[in-house]
């Protein structure tokens, strides 16, 4: 009970770091879920916009606005530096402004260009696409038919055709999309409040004083050593617990199926590898300041090496080679099926090799823990 | 006093590796990291790539001119839009699986049917050049048979079919369409990683006047003890002390910013001595938020510096380092905290100068720096002041 009770104090000491690395995570997972259900039917990427007509007056234009409308997300954003801004941070991928007089220069065959400032990204592309086939529509028809409203009855016509399209997923993509970026930057928090409590800690009691103190004490050094685990191991637990509660709050209903259990059980797994490498850590007897150093260091590095920060694909192969060696991209890799896997079965075989080398690294640092602390013991 | 102080304060800095850590090698250990999280991801972002797609290569496929020619176009040349495998329904069906390809296309007659597996961009341009194939298909079938309608009208019975539906195929697949495209070349949200790290650096530079000034106050160190209770000036030695600081930390802003730019090849725009001026700035406002937190916290020497390192990273996030949209969503939804964020107004600051021509949003940012600098050194300053001790 001594040892818990200096735990605890530990953990009090530091608890405003605590909840910094708690509310970076709800911060971050919060944003990143807005998105809505799909369960297994085709919903079509809405690029998000924003359309300044110039030409209201006109029905052709406002027709345009309105296809526009139809098959985009349109913002509502007013003031030239707050659109540059949603421009620059992705919020939205284009403004499309249609020019004074599109309307009438169309029905002359004049052919008039909307202009379109954009980031030059997968969506803005998709979006000159949409507007493409409205405008070469519209100029095609314009060439023969001279009546406003009979143009834009054809041209509505001919823009509403749509192929048929199935989808092959019977996932709720969306849901589990929530549950995949929640658990990737949890593993940021959890390692940080991990790492650097139970590194705290054990540093203390492997201050060489404190140390000589415990063993000339009447404590048996099996139960003082026991006691420690436990402490470690509950600390761990309760980290768990609550990252999971959490998830279910940000997330719902998806955490209590099987795949659910599964980022839960690969949350715990990563947990323990995280605690074993902290027991590592611990064994240096490194100055409290050069821990927050190193935690900050190992857990920023592995985050951004191992898709934490930016998604798993999107990195080099030559850094996805380099982040094997991080107990975080087996974790990550583990998130990664649980959340595309169609058959969670079929892919049992690749879950438990990932999970089996995040134990792997566990007796890993513990192996190595007990070298080094057996060293530093004779130094002393 | 002041060279004193100055020279003495230098050496403590230096031999100090805690502080050369946090102020020289983190953000330097940050940079490389950075660089190789982000060099692919900016290339994979920055463009739109071809869409990987199949297409039963069936017998109603070959027949169907439409969509056998439009395809083989928007599959051809550096601008393509598609990369396209045409195969049989099996090998399709297999590659859709194995995540190869966004997803197949099948033909069956005039009916087409577009197979994905999710609903990402790629599917989603994919089924809407089907669609734009389909709504083609659709105008040359109208504009071919009101011109047939016409010719029948005229009187003409020697139609000739196939030039009119020729004709009109023509016009509508090869008909150009302008858009005037006035987007700027400064498009590369990445970079705001990397002015949130100098802005990191510039505010890590508060662990080193924090350092300092804990040897200036008695309740901390002995060193301060004997300062308190000797004769000379307190702002001299103070000055001292913060300029050794100021210049030990300019240094690490060099080294930085000499690996961005020659290492890492970050756009900086083309303003230089606004680029110096705010890193100043910057590193003032750390300097003065380190002796805030040296006065008003009243902890040990380790608390102090953790309590710092965590506000410093808490800025950091919201500035958008750990990810890059963060910084816009504060600044709409609670920008009142990125106003009074000094990371937040130094990211900003160089993000003004890299994609605005205009210098009224780094004016801003600057005279920001210099309230939150002038306010912290006021506020330690009363701190400091009222220092009296009975007993220590």
């Known amino acids: ?380 | 006093m002041f060279i004193h102080n100055f020279k003495y304060s230098l050496l403590l800095l230096l031999k100090n590796k805690q502080l050369i850590f946090w102020t020289l090698a983190f953000p330097l250990i940050m940079c490389v990291l950075f660089n190789m999280a982000f060099s692919d991801v900016t290339e994979k972002t920055g463009k739109s790539d071809p869409v990987n797609i199949a297409v039963i290569n069936d017998d109603d496929f070959k027949s169907n001119s439409i969509y056998k020619d439009t395809l083989k176009t928007l599959g051809e040349g550096d601008d393509r839009v598609f990369n396209i495998k045409y195969v049989s329904s099996d090998k399709a069906k297999k590659l859709l699986e194995d995540d190869e390809i966004a997803g197949y296309l099948s033909v069956n007659g005039d009916d087409v049917k577009v197979t994905v597996n999710s609903t990402g961009i790629d599917e989603t341009i994919f089924c809407y050049v089907i669609d734009e194939i389909k709504s083609d298909s659709s105008v040359i079938k109208d504009i071919g048979e009101s011109k047939i309608e016409h010719e029948i009208k005229n009187g003409n019975m020697n139609i000739d079919y196939e030039k009119i539906y020729n004709d009109v195929s023509r016009k509508v697949l090869k008909s150009d369409v302008s858009i005037k495209n006035n987007s700027s070349d400064n498009m590369s949200d990445f970079v705001i990683e990397y002015y949130s790290l100098i802005a990191m650096a510039c505010m890590y530079s508060g662990i080193l006047s924090m350092t300092l000034i804990n040897y200036k106050l008695a309740n901390i160190t002995s060193v301060g003890k004997r300062t308190s209770i000797s004769p000379a000036k307190k702002g001299g030695m103070l000055l001292g002390s913060l300029s050794a600081a100021f210049l030990v930390q300019l240094f690490g802003l060099l080294l930085l910013y000499l690996m961005m730019i020659f290492y890492v090849g970050v756009d900086f725009g083309n303003n230089l001595p606004m680029i110096i001026l705010i890193s100043i700035l910057g590193s003032i406002s750390g300097l003065t938020l380190g002796i805030a937190v040296a006065v008003f916290f009243k902890m040990g020497e380790n608390a102090k510096t953790t309590a710092l390192i965590g506000i410093v990273m808490a800025g950091c996030f919201l500035s958008g380092m750990m990810g890059i949209t963060m910084k816009n969503v504060i600044d709409k939804s609670i920008p009142i905290l990125n106003r009074i964020n000094p990371v937040a107004m130094i990211t900003d600051g160089l993000y003004a100068l890299y994609y605005y021509d205009s210098m009224d949003r780094f004016i801003i940012n600057a005279v920001s720096l210099i309230i939150f600098s002038a306010v912290m050194l006021i506020i330690s300053w009363r701190g400091l002041r009222r220092q009296r001790y009975d007993s220590i």
């Open chain 1, 1 to 380: 009970m001594t040892v818990f009770s200096a735990f605890l104090k530990v953990i009090k000491k530091n608890i405003v770091m605590i909840i910094i690395y708690t509310g970076i995570v709800i911060i971050f997972a919060g944003l990143n879920m807005q998105t809505d259900n799909t369960n297994g039917k085709f919903v079509s990427e809405k690029p998000s916009v924003l359309v300044i007509n110039n030409d209201k007056g006109s029905e052709i234009s406002n027709n345009f606005e309105k296809y526009l409308e139809d098959n985009c997300e349109i913002a509502e954003i007013s003031g030239d530096e707050a659109i540059s801004d949603a421009l620059f941070y992705r919020e939205i991928c284009c403004v499309i402004t249609i020019p004074k007089n599109f309307g009438r220069d169309t029905l002359n065959g004049k052919s008039p260009a909307p202009e379109i400032r954009s980031t030059g990204e997968g969506d803005a592309a998709f979006t000159k696409i949409l507007m493409s086939r409205y405008i070469r529509v519209l100029n095609v028809y314009a060439d023969d038919i001279s009546d406003e409203k009979e143009l834009i009855k054809s041209v509505n016509e001919a823009v509403s055709e749509k192929a048929e399209v199935e989808m092959t997923t019977k996932l709720n993509i969306s849901s589990l999309a929530k549950a995949s970026t929640y658990f990737n930057f949890a593993a940021y928090s959890l390692m940080s409040c991990i790492l650097f409590i139970i590194c705290l800690v054990l540093s203390s009691f492997n201050n060489l004083m404190i140390r000589k103190r415990t063993i000339v004490s009447s404590k048996n050094y099996k139960k003082y050593n026991f006691d420690l685990f436990m402490s470690s191991l509950t600390y761990v637990l309760a980290v768990c617990f609550f990252f999971a509660v959490l998830g279910y709050i940000m997330i719902g209903d998806t955490l209590l199926t099987v795949r659910g259990a599964m980022y839960i059980l690969n949350m715990f797994i990563f947990s323990v590898t995280t605690l074993a490498l902290a027991y590592f850590l611990s064994t240096f007897l490194l100055p409290k300041n050069a821990i927050t150093g190193l935690v900050n260091v190992i857990t920023l590095g592995s985050s951004f090496l191992c898709g934490v920060f930016v998604p798993i694909d999107f990195l080099g192969e030559g850094i996805k080679a380099i982040a094997h060696i991080f107990p975080t991209y087996w974790y990550i890799q583990n998130s990664e099926i649980i959340t595309t896997a169609e058959n969670l079965g079929a892919e049992l075989p690749s879950l438990v090799s990932n999970s089996l080398i995040l134990i792997g690294f566990t007796i890993l640092f513990v192996i190595c823990g007990i070298f080094v602390s057996g060293k530093k013991r004779k130094i002393a």
